[in-house]
């Protein structure tokens, strides 16, 4: 599957903004050699026919330069212009903030479509333009994800606006671009653009409950989730009880966690060689500091591996044959680079 990068737009934003860094090296290129092919006659020429001061002075110093960095400011701008439509008509909307070290979302409500909270992953549709609203919950992060389009600054007590259009179905990287502390390099957004049937089936998939806890395994699962003080920093919608709508999480949203290709934002593959999340889940709980030094989660070294293994079979469901729990990883597989 695709996974491009700024040389491999995968949108147009991404394409204009590629368009406007090959015409700048191009354009410079050209410069570069013709200065050079001056100062080379110059040197040939000297005694015999002398260039005047005035035109090296005039021509290489103002005219030249004005003319090729006045043509590239003009190009850049006529590219960029309306890159940054705040919003345009049936755009998907979706609220990103970022944390330390990870990334929380909220798609926004649509007519039939309910708002739900999910982290980490940042799923939509091919072909249909996303306006992203982007703010900090505590210092200063920065959105990129070069394949789709430019860079936004996440800034505490400020909302940043971008709209970007995949034009193509794959999975593509967004790590953090400002410096933000110990665990920065392992906080990566993975954008996920797919087919507009798989993702309204996604979208209905994660807007609903987690799986409902039926297994005595599960039920003890739910138990211990909130026994151990889980449920402090992580909502898990349904069977939880536990709102969404609550302050500002402390941690992701766990409702349909096992669904996700990577858990810890980038820092561990949430899928086993058989493709089960679970072993992922079981490794991230008992020893979180241990897969991603720092983060802002204790480890769980402290409980013995069947309680683990009771909270793992509460956030992924019963265990499927061919791997995994949750519905929507059927279009999350196929999608996996
Ligand atoms: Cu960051």
Redesign the pocket.
């Known amino acids: 599957m695709s996974a491009g990068g700024m040389l491999r737009p995968a949108g147009p934003q991404a394409e204009a903004l590629a368009g406007v860094m090959n015409t700048t090296l191009i354009v410079c290129a050209f410069a570069f050699v013709f200065a050079m092919a001056c100062l080379a006659g110059a040197l040939w020429w000297r005694g015999r026919r002398p260039v005047s001061t005035a035109l090296w002075l005039w021509g290489g110093g103002l005219v030249l330069p004005v003319l090729v960095f006045g043509g590239l400011l003009l190009h850049g701008e006529r590219s960029a212009y309306g890159l940054d439509d705040p919003s345009p008509p049936g755009a998907l909307r979706v609220a990103v903030t ?1 944390h ?2 990870w990334w929380s979302m909220r798609y926004e409500s649509e007519p039939d479509a309910p708002a739900f909270a999910t982290a980490n992953e940042l799923r939509v549709p091919v072909g249909r333009p996303v306006t992203l609203t982007l703010a900090s919950d505590d ?4 959105y990129w994800v070069p394949a789709l389009g430019g860079k936004v600054d ?1 800034v505490p007590g400020r909302l940043n606006r971008l709209t970007f259009t995949a034009s193509q179905p794959g999975v593509f990287r967004g790590p ?6 110990t665990q ?1 390099a392992a ?1 990566v957004l993975q954008v996920v653009a797919m087919p507009p049937e798989d993702f309204a089936q996604w979208r209905r998939a994660q807007a609903g409950a987690a799986p409902e806890p039926v297994s005595r395994q599960a039920l003890r699962g739910a138990a211990l989730f909130r026994e151990n003080g889980c449920a402090t920093c992580h909502a898990v919608r349904g069977s939880a009880r536990h709102d969404v709508a609550d302050a500002p999480p402390l941690g992701p949203d766990l409702t349909h966690v096992a669904s996700r290709l990577w858990l810890g934002a980038g820092a561990l593959r949430n899928r086993d060689p058989l493709g089960d999340p679970r072993t992922a889940l079981r490794q991230w709980i008992t020893d979180v500091q241990q897969v991603k030094p720092g983060a802002r989660m204790p480890s769980y070294k402290h409980l013995r591996a069947d309680e683990i293994d009771a909270m793992v079979e509460f956030l992924a469901g019963p265990p499927v044959a061919g791997g995994g729990s949750d519905r929507p990883l059927v279009a999350a597989t196929s999608l996996a680079p």
């Open positions: 970022g330390l070290w210092v200063i992060h920065s996440m953090c671009s400002e410096y933000c502390g920065h906080m």
